[in-house]
């Protein structure tokens, strides 16, 4: 194969990862560029068959690990939350029943709910978390 269908190649699955949420064809379109400098410097087709290969696969090993630890931090970040269970604080805009408003937390502002109406400047306690609103009660 030549130089010309690596560089397709690469700039084909550079354009469709662009379209995606997956890292996939990034990890292939790098590949294809490994396999360009494999043919670059006069190798044959075997090895830059393999080069793509290789690389290609350290590329999609790479982005598994570096998703997986990306994850784990939004997963610590999201727990994070659950550690205001229990503290109080501070309305900063009235909280309407079952509707959001703010509250202030340890100097922090967060958006809140609340299953009865909370007016502002009501000091409240948090009771619960839901994804990133925290459920909070008169205190």
């Known amino acids: ?34 396999a360009v400098a ?19 696969i350290i590329c999609i090993f790479l982005s598994f690990r570096i998703s997986k630890r990306l994850n784990e931090d939004y997963d610590a970040i999201k727990s994070n939350q659950e550690g205001l269970i229990g503290k109080e604080g501070t309305v900063k805009e009235e909280i309407p029943k079952n509707e959001v408003g703010m509250v202030v937390v340890d100097g922090k502002d967060y958006v809140a709910t609340s299953y009865e109406n909370i007016n502002e400047n009501s ?17």
């Open 38 to 56: 494999a043919d670059y410097f006069g190798y044959d087709l075997t090895v830059q068959i393999i080069v793509f290969i290789i690389v290609s």
């Open 123 to 139: 000091q409240v306690k948090v009771i619960d978390n839901d994804d990133l609103m925290l459920i909070v009660e008169k205190k």
């Open 1 to 34: 194969m030549s130089i010309e269908f690596w560089i397709f190649l690469a700039v084909i699955a550079i354009l469709l990862e662009a379209l995606t949420t997956n890292s996939f064809l990034i990890s292939l379109g790098i590949g294809a560029v490994g």
